[in-house]
């Protein structure tokens, strides 16, 4: 599997009491690695998968990202940007484990066709391309140039559409436009509701099948995910019960793992009811990535 997305550093604060504007909030804080794509791709590895990533970092810490996505068990392609810095956020997380985030991408939105090499493509029978990419210009035209080569030797993509904000800031149909060629879509119910219009989740997951003529796995935290088909209707997967420490990153080892079970042979509900314990454990783990502590 080929990963193309994000690399950025994470900074992550814990908080139980409300933020105190103007003033002090007494939080937990850890600098972590992180990003859409390598999050993915490290939890594609640690369910079992083969895993290239491809990102862009900045000469500030691209090594010590690169270690760490080795050690996650990934072949990391870390292409160093002479000029901008690595990207970074900073996710404050509250009580309830929901997150928010201060986004600076970084050496991140310069990823383009540039970073391309054909090789890239030895070996890989699905490409996964985080949402992240079709907010900038160079990400959109590294996403077109990825998904036709990959469609050119019969492998399968998918898109992560990431972030509800960036959707909404860029147009939800220049993005739907730019990810027609998808195969499997994996938004979560912000990001699919946003772009149907509907609120329902299942609905959401319906439309998107229907219109893409792709599947569409919308996942709904505590609601687990829905699966949907093409001419079929949505059908649910509930979650694993769970009480959540940090939810950043839920989504993308939902979809590392869905990913990773589709590899192995899996049909599409087994790899969502995977996707949903995978996530589970996510929620429990500090940060976006397997096996991350405080």
């Known amino acids: 599997m080929l990963v193309i997305g994000d690399v950025v550093t994470d900074v992550v604060a814990r908080h139980t009491a409300p933020l105190a504007v103007g003033t002090d909030t007494p939080a937990g804080i850890a600098i972590l690695p992180g990003g859409a794509g390598a999050n993915v791709a490290a939890w594609a ?3 079992g998968a083969r895993v290239r990533l491809l990102a862009r970092a900045g000469r500030d810490s691209a090594d010590w990202h690169r270690a760490a ?20 956020v900073v996710a404050l997380v509250d009580g309830d484990g929901e997150r ?5 991408s970084g050496a991140s939105s310069r990823l383009g066709p540039d970073d391309w090499e054909p090789g890239l493509l ?3 029978t699905h490409v996964h391309l985080s949402g992240y990419l079709f907010f900038t210009a160079p990400g959109r035209a590294l996403a077109t140039l990825a998904t036709a080569a990959a469609h050119a030797r019969g492998a399968t993509v998918s898109v992560d559409p990431a972030s509800a904000g960036f959707l909404s800031a860029s147009g939800v149909g220049a993005f739907l436009t730019a990810i027609a060629d998808a195969d499997t879509l994996f938004p979560n119910s912000a990001e699919a509701a946003l772009l149907t219009g ?34 079929v209707p949505a059908v649910h997967v509930p979650a ?11 989504g993308d080892a939902f979809a590392g793992a869905y990913l990773a079970a589709v590899q192995a042979g899996s049909a599409p509900r087994a790899a969502a009811a ?3 314990a995978t996530a ?15």
Do not use: I, M
Not at 70 to 86: C, I, S, Y
């Open 69 to 88: 996505l080795v050690r996650a068990g990934v072949d990391a392609r870390v292409r160093v940007d002479p000029e901008a810095p690595t990207g970074k």
């Open 280 to 294: 589970a454990t996510a929620v429990r783990t500090p940060g976006g990535r397997p096996g991350q502590g405080a």
């Open 240 to 250: 694993c019960p769970v009480t959540p420490l940090d939810s950043t990153g839920a």
């Open 122 to 124: 030895a070996g890989v």
């Open 100 to 104: 928010s985030f201060l986004t600076d």
């Open 198 to 231: 509907l609120p329902s989740p299942a609905a959401a997951a319906g439309a998107l099948a229907a219109s893409l003529g792709a599947t569409a796995v919308v996942t709904a935290a505590a609601d687990g995910a829905h699966l949907a088909t093409p001419g």
């Open 274 to 276: 995977a996707g949903c």
């Open 45 to 47: 590895a640690h369910c």
